[in-house]
């Protein structure tokens, strides 16, 4: 089955960009998404991006996709301390299944 | 944009009893919803899909019998954790998705603690 896998944890100062990574086993993927969430609260959905395309931009948020290497990235430009969450990459398999992946604690201090 | 609205936002029982947590699409009809399941500091897993009109669809190693899905109408879905013990204490996320080309969208999640 699909695996997904995230970095834990990522650390970055106020005003930096913040780059979370995300790779994927499925070549058939179609879509696959971005979503943040808080502490004891459901997802939020951030982004998300079809298998055909490269490149997303929506405001601060980056999404960039190498299918060839099978690796999902979403970059946060001028991270704010309210940027600071769990952030899931997950992979639609095609089946209407999403397949998450382990989350990136992202911690922005001031 | 597509709402999703889960109720109870938490909810304590005692071993023994049952909870039933409802899944509602505000906005736009959902023929199908997802029930997924998260333990602290890890992620989700579904549990099961939930289908308007007919059988959820569960996944391996979840009892049917234990959390009940009722799927009666296109803007509700209904988990029922039956004769709940401790080990069901979880944090559980429904989710839909208002069309194809359209991303998932997941309710506040509805944490459940067994005492």
């Known amino acids: 089955g699909e695996d997904v896998e995230q970095s834990l944890f990522l650390s970055v100062r106020e005003g930096d960009s913040s780059v979370i990574n995300c790779t994927y086993t499925?070549?058939?993927?179609?879509?696959l998404y971005w979503y943040k969430q808080e502490p004891g609260a459901g997802l939020q959905l951030l982004t998300y991006?079809?298998?055909?395309?490269d490149m997303k931009q929506d405001q601060r948020l980056t999404v960039l996709l190498n299918k060839k290497d099978k690796h999902l990235s979403l970059r946060i430009a001028d991270t704010q301390t309210g940027d600071s969450a769990i952030y899931f990459c997950?992979?639609?398999?095609?089946?209407?299944?999403?397949?998450f992946g382990t989350g990136t604690r992202l911690l922005v201090s001031p | 944009g597509a709402v999703v609205s889960q109720h109870p936002s938490w909810v304590i029982c005692k071993s023994g009893t049952s909870v039933k947590i409802e899944c509602r699409s505000l906005?736009?009809?959902?023929?199908?919803m997802f029930w997924y399941r998260q333990f602290p500091k890890q992620s989700l897993m579904l549990m099961a899909t939930?289908?308007?009109?007919?059988?959820?669809?569960?996944e391996q190693g979840v009892e049917k019998d234990k959390f009940l899905i009722n799927h009666a109408s296109l803007t509700l879905s209904t988990l029922t954790v039956t004769s709940a013990h401790p080990e069901d204490s979880s944090f559980y996320i429904c989710?839909?998705?208002?069309?194809?080309?359209?991303?998932?969208?997941f309710g506040s999640g509805t944490r459940l603690t067994v005492v």
């Open positions: 989710s839909a998705r208002p069309g194809q080309k359209y991303g998932y969208t």
């Open positions: 499925d070549s058939s993927s179609t879509y």
């Open positions: 991006i079809f298998s055909n395309m």
């Open positions: 997950a992979v639609d398999t095609g089946f209407q299944k999403l397949v």
């Open positions: 906005d736009f009809q959902a023929t199908t």
């Open positions: 939930s289908n308007e009109g007919s059988k959820a669809t569960y």
